[in-house]
């Protein structure tokens, strides 16, 4: 039989793009600071999202759950299970009752109901980190969700990063990352943390009707299909894995 592949954790992020009539397309981002972790990811660009530990305080049950649980967290929604926004997060994802948040301004809340408004499943990758500012190599899983907006969501979107200068989220402001709209084309030369440069590729041609070459960016980190919706290899629940469809499949996660 062969051997489980061991996850550390799992990671749950979103992609959010919009295609305007001219068929430019101009995608979400989060921009890490300066200062973090300099030469290897900093001012690296990466999708927004969050994690899920085995042995942390949530009990998710999918990516699904990390990633609304970490949308709601970070734009200052309010705590699953107590609002009356039916996203279909599960009222089991916390083990305990999280602590109270400062409200954010209605503008910025508004960006996170916009992002968990039924954002599409892509696939779930298997990441690879051996790297130097790493102490010692990293595997874990990093599920993958986009989210087409209509013009209206861009534009509010964009004029609420304008407003705030980028720093929207909680994670913004405590560790001084920002959110940026770009094109898409203009990133040929943008550093990308966490592999999601190669996932950034593989996404846009899937997901769009336009052609959309390859992005030459530069980045280290090897990453790997590890689930996709192959009949038979894996049971989906209403699209997104769950974990234990996950470790059914041959993965198990550190605990």
């Not at 300066?34 to 660009?45: G, I, R, V």
């Not at 998710?60 to 609304?68: A, F, G, M, V």
Request: glycine residues 8%; negative net charge.
């Amino acid at each position: 039989m062969t051997e489980n592949i061991e996850l550390n954790h799992q990671s749950a992020t979103v992609l959010p793009y919009y295609v305007g009539d001219d068929g430019k397309i101009w995608i979400v981002l989060e921009r890490k600071d300066p200062e973090f972790k300099k030469d290897y990811f900093n001012s690296a660009l990466n999708f927004i999202g969050g994690n899920w530990f085995p042995n942390g305080t949530y009990r998710d049950l999918s990516p699904e759950d990390t990633l609304y649980r970490n949308i709601k967290d970070e734009f200052g929604l309010p705590s699953p299970g107590k609002d009356g926004l039916d996203i279909g997060l599960r009222d089991n994802s916390y083990d305990k009752e999280p602590e109270t948040k400062e409200t954010l301004p209605e503008d910025i809340q508004k960006i996170g109901e916009i992002l968990i408004d039924e954002p599409t499943y892509q696939k779930t990758y298997q990441v690879f980190v051996d790297h130097p500012e790493i102490k010692e190599n990293l595997v874990y899983g990093s599920s993958i969700f986009y989210r087409q907006l209509d013009k209206d969501q861009y534009e509010q979107i964009k004029s609420t990063i304008k407003k705030y200068e980028g720093t929207i989220t909680t994670d913004n402001v405590l560790r001084g990352s920002k959110l940026e709209i770009m094109p898409l084309e203009g990133i040929k030369n943008e550093k990308f943390a966490w592999g999601y440069d190669q996932i950034l590729n593989e996404l846009m041609h899937a997901q769009t009707d336009i052609k959309v070459e390859n992005i030459p960016l530069k980045d280290s980190i090897k990453v790997n299909v590890m689930l996709n919706r192959i009949p038979g290899k894996i049971k989906l629940t209403d699209g997104c894995p769950t974990y234990n469809d996950i470790e059914n499949a041959g993965y198990s996660y550190k605990r």
